[in-house]
């Protein structure tokens, strides 16, 4: 059974830093992409930062130049480097892997099915 494991969550000032970590265990067969998503209170979920197949990123817009999605070669672990956080980063990050490709546009928001997720680690920025 594959299990994420995300660490890293915390409390920090505007303008500070944290880093996520998602420890991914079990026979992951394969994996079309990974990714970073947060949900706020009364919030949909969003995608914040995926790294795909050939390791191409996509980061959502208002994280750009940012937040670094980066993981380690065995893809074992995938990491969210966050800087210059703002009060409007705040929110539970989930790190999820899709095993499956299902679509064409363009979008790996998308194109692929995010069947594993883990559990969410609390991000809290204050103004």
């Known amino acids: 059974q594959v299990q994420l494991v995300e660490s890293g969550g915390g409390s920090v000032q505007a303008g500070g830093s944290l880093i996520l970590s998602c420890s991914i265990r079990?026979?992951?067969?394969?994996?079309?992409?990974m990714a970073w998503f947060r949900q706020s209170p009364g919030q949909e979920r969003e995608g914040v930062a995926v790294?795909?197949?050939?390791?191409?990123?996509t980061y959502l817009d208002s994280v750009k130049g940012r937040f670094n999605i980066s993981r380690d070669r065995g893809h074992n672990n995938l990491y969210l480097e966050m800087a210059t956080l703002q009060p409007e980063d705040t929110g539970m990050y989930y790190c999820?892997?899709?095993?499956?490709?299902?679509?064409?546009?363009?979008?790996?928001?998308?194109?692929?099915?995010?069947?594993?997720w883990g559990q969410g680690t609390q991000v809290t920025v204050s103004s």
């Open positions: 790294i795909e197949s050939e390791d191409g990123t």
């Open positions: 999820a892997v899709a095993s499956r490709w299902i679509a064409s546009t363009g979008s790996p928001w998308v194109d692929y099915e995010y069947n594993y």
């Open positions: 079990g026979p992951l067969q394969s994996s079309y992409a």
